[in-house]
């Protein structure tokens, strides 16, 4: 069996729906494959930032969140184990009053790109990418797949892998790239009760935990541990673990029954950071996490996923068809713009991440310094901002390390850029 259709997107995950909607949106006829029958529950990919929203605003996505409950959220703060803030970015005062993050169901948000997805995209699930198919050239021109009628052909001009941080693709094609794993992992919990109006992030000896609300009066918790930290322990050491954590994190004691109640739910997750050294080649494109990851704590993973798919769909339109010669000059420019915007996200993601998650004495003592003088100094006050809702790239210059540690002086401090 063999069919044809203009794009092939392997994954229906966030990156995979986001990439059948911006290109859907182009009147392509797009094959959205998935291995999966059903998605299963997972903690992963609720918060969505300003940069990916307004993408999610011109697909009709962040209206349908809004009417299924999102909660908006107007602040990221960093805090001490007592609720004293270190660091707060105020989206709506720097970035603009409309601009906030929204907290939602992964699955809620799949379902809400899902529904975006015009007549010229096909969902297929409980489908098996194969391999691939290349033309004379050694082209990327499709993918035969296996689905419950058999085996399938499917030519396209242009392939999407979007199918995980352990592409088959990506490998396949040889496009490289390493994961690495942080040297700790995240417990999460999902505790009854509406205990958050904002993202809060306190930093403790034992590392992060993370706070923010969730549709339906619920509120979700990710606390770090150790590799081996809970291992073997049965729910009595569980108990009495949970117990010990709000012990050294005062501001959550309201909700410590609440944790207690949430542990036969609880997911443990590893934290792995990856970023592919190639983004294309002829015929293929990687978007979301078959690219890209970060540590959680940036709220940076899916959002980027998004503005990939977007990306991708605006280089497609500004050259105009979806003939192979065409397809592969978008994908150069793809490759081009997208990839300096990837690095400055991992590198963003990363700093954030130790700086929060370090339990070592002079790493929090360093992690504290940077977010009190950070937090002083409204120009890179309004940079991290601007960084971490992914709206623009404001990288940081060694001086403004220098500033933030305390070790000069910044003339330009209260110099604020919207």
Sequence with gaps: MSEEVDVLVCGAGVGGLATAAAIGALGATVLLVDKLTRRPPIAKGELLQPGALSSLREWG?????LRQGACALDRLSIRAPDGESLLALDYAAVLGPKERLLAADHQTILDALEATLPGNVTIRRGVRVDRLIRDSAGRVAGAHIQQPGGETAVRARLVVAADGIGSKL?????????????????????????????????????????VYPLPGGTTRVYTQVGPDELRG????????WTHRMVDGVPALDPMRDGLVAALAGRQLLPVPRFLAPSLAKPGLALVGESAHAVHPMAAQGMNTAITDAAAL???LRAVG???????????????????????????????????????????????????????????????????MAGVDVRPLRLTDRFYQLGLLRDANAQVIAR
């Design 61 to 65: 996505a962040e209206e349908i969140l």
């Design 170 to 210: 990506r490998a396949e094609a040889e496009m490289g790239g390493k994961r690495a794993e942080y040297a700790h992992r995240l417990l999460s919990f999902e505790v009854a009760g509406e205990y958050a109006g904002e993202l809060s992030a306190y930093v403790t000896e034992r590392g992060l935990r993370l």
């Design 313 to 315: 769909a605006d280089r």
């Design 321 to 387: 068809g979806f003939a192979a010669a065409d397809v592969d000059e978008a994908l150069r420019s793809y490759q081009r713009e997208r990839m300096p915007m990837l690095e400055h996200i991992a590198t963003v993601s990363h700093n954030a991440a130790r700086m929060i998650t370090d339990v070592s004495p002079l790493g929090r003592l360093l992690g504290r310094t940077l977010m009190r003088n950070t937090a002083r100094n409204p120009r890179l006050l309004a940079a991290t901002c601007h960084n």
């Design 233 to 240: 322990i049965g729910h009595v050491g569980l108990v009495g």
